[in-house]
């Protein structure tokens, strides 16, 4: 695993862009849980960053409000898209992601 962020950097239900590996990667608070996920729409591309989280376990597209799974990013309205997840673990003060 690799470092990400400090989990100061992205308070509870506050979301964050980070650089990893070359890779765009949305770090996500959502009810102290964090999640990662790529910050590119599997639809047509829009940056996940602008997304809104519901429920604790969902984001929405800023586009075109696909919800995707922040566990399994898997999408409600259309199976056929998915949204990548990274594994995530917090160690002390940092946030660790598992690029696969
Ligand atoms: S670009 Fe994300 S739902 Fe269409």
Known sequence: MVFAAKVS??????????????????????KGTIYACDNECPHQW??????????GERISCPRHGYHFNLKTGACTEYPEYTLKIYPTKVEGEDILVELG
Do not use: F
């Open 9 to 30: 950097e992205v308070p509870l239900w506050e979301k964050k862009v980070v650089t990893v590996e070359g890779r765009e990667i949305l770090l996500v608070n959502a």
């Open 46 to 55: 829009a940056p996940m960053a602008g997304g809104l989280v519901k429920d």
